[in-house]
C-alpha cells in the first residue's frame, strides 16, 4: 500500500491507473475468498489482516500484476497492431472471471475461452521501446512470459508455504500446469482492465517506416 501511495505521490501512476490496480485488487480478493472456501488452496498461518480468513496481501498479489502493467505500458511505449475490440476482450474477461466460479458446480469452460483468447490474440502485435530500440512481438508471447513468471513466483510462494495447494500439504510440489493456465487467463482479466483505461494505439513506429527489431 505504501509503494503504492508512493508511485501516486512521485506521478508514477495516474489516479485512473490506481483505481484499476485497486479493482483488480477487490476483484482478486472476492476470488481468493471464494476459493479457499471450496478448498481450492489454503492459508496455512493465521493473518492479522483478513477477510473470511484470507490474508489481505493476496489482494495486494493481484493488485501489483496490474501496477506492473501499467508501468510497463508507459516506461516501454506500447502501441499495438491489429488489437481485437476492447468491447470482445471485456466480454471474455466476464466471462473468464464468472467460469472460475461455476466451474465448481457446472462444465469447465477453461479450454473455450483459451481457443477465444488466442482467437482474439492470435494476430496481435505489441510494440515496445527498449533502450532507444523499436522491438515488437506477438502479444500472446507476451502474456506467456508474464505467466511463465507467475507461475515461478506461485512456486516460490508455495515452497515458502505462504500459501498451500491441495497436493501440497503433505509436502511440497510443483505448482501444476493447470495453475499456470489459471494465471494466463487471470492475466487477460488484468490486461483488459489495465487496457480499459490505457487506450491501445496503433504503432506510429511502423506508419514512420521505422525499421523494428523483431522478439527472437
Not at 506521478?11 to 484499476?20: G, N, Q
Not at 508507459?74 to 491489429?82: I, N, R
Request: aromatic share 18%; charged share 15%; with cysteine.
Amino acid at each position: 500500500m505504501s509503494v503504492q501511495v508512493l508511485l501516486l505521490i512521485f506521478r508514477l501512476e495516474t489516479l485512473e491507473e490506481a483505481k484499476v490496480i485497486f479493482s483488480y485488487h477487490v476483484v482478486g480478493t472476492v476470488m481468493e475468498i471464494f476459493k479457499t472456501s471450496v478448498g481450492s488452496w489454503v492459508y496455512p498461518e493465521a493473518a492479522i489482516f483478513a477477510i473470511a480468513g484470507v490474508p489481505l496481501f493476496s489482494g495486494f498479489m493481484y493488485s501489483c500484476i496490474g501496477s506492473y502493467l501499467c508501468r510497463a505500458w508507459s516506461l516501454f511505449h506500447f502501441e499495438f497492431a491489429a488489437h481485437p475490440a476492447m468491447i470482445w476482450m471485456a466480454v471474455l474477461s466476464v466471462a473468464i472471471y464468472v467460469n472460475f466460479f461455476t466451474h465448481h458446480y457446472i462444465y469447465d469452460f477453461r479450454w473455450v475461452l483459451f481457443a477465444a483468447a488466442i482467437m482474439l490474440l492470435l494476430r496481435t502485435r505489441i510494440y515496445f521501446t527498449n533502450w532507444r530500440v523499436p522491438r515488437y512481438m506477438p502479444l500472446l508471447l507476451g502474456v506467456l512470459l508474464v505467466t511463465l513468471f507467475i507461475w515461478i513466483a506461485e512456486n516460490i510462494g508455495t515452497y515458502t508455504k505462504t500459501w498451500l495447494y491441495p497436493g501440497q500439504r503433505e509436502g511440497w510440489e510443483l505448482v501444476s500446469m493447470g495453475k499456470f493456465g489459471s494465471w494466463f487467463l487471470l492475466l487477460i482479466i488484468s490486461y483488459t482492465l489495465v487496457a480499459l483505461i490505457k487506450k491501445p494505439a496503433e504503432p506510429k513506429l511502423a506508419d514512420e517506416g521505422v525499421a523494428l527489431a523483431q522478439i527472437r
